[in-house]
């Protein structure tokens, strides 16, 4: 029956291939993602959009499609291969649309697939927090002259910090006696952090930092490698919308330093790993530098300090809340992971006078 389907929604596409087979992809914990198996390649991807979490998904699709074709167009002048693999490139529907609408309301879209590549969930060596920097600073290069007014917010006030501070204060008027007990000395670290953590938020506002293209979920699985380890492109660009490039780096430098699982409970294993972060931000700025301002470069280390700070926020605030948003395997679970986030914002700000001056 979802064979069936699949090949019904292939159909209304328009492509040159024949459907043979499809299989589930695994990647992405939001959406339904197939791979496409065609009589001849190319093959496929095509992915069913989670329209319970995205409220406005025509937007996001035009979103990441436009992005791509702005990214295509400065491949124009590079090799063949290039071309067709350093950007994800969308198939249009037969109508010229570029997202297929079900009768039951399910949004489609369709990519072509990059063959001869793998994802990495974690970084095991230099080499490749150094290719997943170069591929996000050049991401970030290509798209910096497209207008991000042109964007969709896909996800309204996703970084916003004041945003996530009302949220939390409204928490701790919820909260009950035991969860503001064993939380308070988190409590306290979010109060007194308050005016550091909107610094970049109030920069952005001012407009003295530009507000770009930016991808928003930058973890090292959302970058595509050869089997030799060197960097392909950029995926899941689902997430694509306005934002300023701290966010982007900062997200990176959160789940890729970090030496341990994000809720890891042992906290003498959380430890801000300082050699991948030099070499992702070598990476990272071997394409920005032509396009990054010193106030923005000067900022790169807040950003990242900035993103673990908003994420031991949002665990923390969800333990208040009764845990309403995070799934969770255990009744502690989103404290255990606001300690292990709050223990690598200690052990990168112990280490803070080893990052502020590296510029790769």
Same mark, same amino acid.
């Given at each position: 029956?979802?064979?069936?389907?699949?090949?019904?929604?292939?159909?209304?596409?328009?492509?040159?291939?024949?459907?043979?087979?499809?299989?589930?992809?695994?990647?992405?914990?939001?959406?339904?993602?197939?791979?496409?198996?065609?009589?001849?390649?190319?093959?496929?991807?095509?992915?069913r +959009?989670?329209?319970?979490?995205?409220?406005?998904?025509?937007?996001?699709?035009?979103?990441?499609?436009?992005?791509?074709?702005? +990214?295509?167009?400065?491949?124009?002048?590079?090799?063949?291969?290039?071309?067709?693999?350093?950007?994800?490139?969308?198939?249009?529907?037969?109508?010229?649309?570029?997202?297929?609408?079900?009768?039951?309301?399910?949004?489609?879209?369709?990519m072509?697939?990059?063959?001869?590549?793998?994802?990495?969930?974690?970084?095991?060596?230099?080499? +490749?927090?150094?290719?997943?920097?170069?591929l996000?600073?050049?991401?970030?290069s290509?798209?910096?002259?497209?207008?991000?007014?042109?964007?969709?917010?896909?996800?309204?006030?996703?970084?916003?910090?004041?945003?996530?501070?009302?949220?939390?204060?409204?928490?701790?008027?919820?909260?009950?006696?035991?969860?503001?007990?064993?939380?308070?000395?988190?409590?306290?670290?979010?109060?007194?952090?308050?005016?550091?953590?909107?610094?970049?938020?109030?920069?952005?506002?001012s407009?003295?930092?530009k507000?770009?293209?930016?991808?928003?979920?930058?973890?090292?699985?959302?970058?595509?490698?050869?089997?030799?380890?060197?960097?392909?492109?950029?995926?899941?660009?689902?997430?694509?919308?306005?934002?300023i490039?701290?966010?982007?780096?900062?997200?990176?430098?959160?789940?890729?330093?970090?030496?341990?699982?994000?809720?890891?409970?042992?906290?003498?294993?959380?430890?801000?790993?300082?050699?991948?972060?030099?070499?992702?931000?070598?990476?990272?700025?071997?394409?920005?530098?032509?396009?990054?301002?010193?106030?923005?470069?000067?900022?790169?280390?807040?950003?990242?300090?900035?993103?673990?700070?908003?994420?031991?926020?949002r665990?923390?605030?969800?333990?208040?809340?009764?845990?309403?948003?995070?799934?969770?395997?255990?009744?502690?679970?989103?404290?255990?992971?606001?300690?292990?986030?709050?223990?690598?914002?200690?052990?990168?700000?112990?280490?803070?006078?080893? +990052?502020?001056?590296?510029?790769?």
């Amino acid at each position: 029956m979802l064979e069936e389907q699949l090949e019904y929604v292939f159909g209304q596409f328009e492509h040159n291939g024949t459907f043979k087979s499809c299989k589930e992809l695994a990647s992405g914990h939001i959406n339904d993602t197939y791979l496409i198996e065609t009589t001849n390649k190319p093959f496929f991807v095509l992915q069913r +959009i989670n329209h319970g979490v995205f409220k406005d998904v025509p937007g996001l699709i035009e979103n990441k499609v436009a992005v791509s074709r702005h +990214i295509q167009k400065k491949l124009e002048g590079a090799s063949k291969k290039k071309q067709e693999r350093g950007v994800l490139a969308f198939a249009r529907t037969k109508n010229g649309k570029a997202y297929y609408q079900g009768k039951e309301g399910n949004y489609w879209n369709l990519m072509y697939f990059i063959d001869k590549s793998i994802t990495y969930e974690t970084v095991k060596n230099e080499e +490749i927090a150094y290719e997943g920097g170069k591929l996000i600073g050049n991401f970030l290069s290509l798209t910096n002259d497209f207008d991000a007014n042109q964007l969709v917010e896909v996800i309204p006030k996703f970084h916003d910090m004041s945003f996530r501070y009302s949220q939390f204060e409204e928490a701790l008027k919820v909260a009950s006696k035991e969860r503001l007990a064993v939380s308070k000395d988190y409590i306290k670290i979010i109060e007194e952090s308050k005016e550091e953590m909107h610094i970049l938020q109030v920069l952005k506002e001012s407009g003295a930092i530009k507000t770009r293209v930016t991808h928003n979920d930058t973890k090292i699985s959302n970058v595509l490698f050869s089997k030799k380890n060197k960097g392909i492109c950029v995926i899941d660009t689902d997430t694509v919308m306005p934002g300023i490039i701290h966010y982007d780096f900062g997200d990176a430098i959160r789940t890729i330093c970090n030496t341990a699982a994000e809720d890891e409970t042992n906290l003498e294993l959380v430890e801000f790993n300082t050699t991948y972060f030099k070499a992702y931000t070598k990476g990272f700025l071997k394409h920005m530098k032509s396009s990054i301002t010193p106030l923005e470069l000067k900022y790169l280390p807040l950003g990242a300090k900035t993103m673990i700070f908003i994420m031991a926020l949002r665990f923390l605030t969800d333990y208040l809340n009764g845990d309403i948003y995070y799934k969770i395997k255990y009744p502690e679970h989103n404290l255990d992971r606001a300690k292990n986030q709050f223990k690598l914002l200690e052990s990168l700000s112990q280490q803070l006078s080893k +990052i502020e001056n590296y510029k790769g």
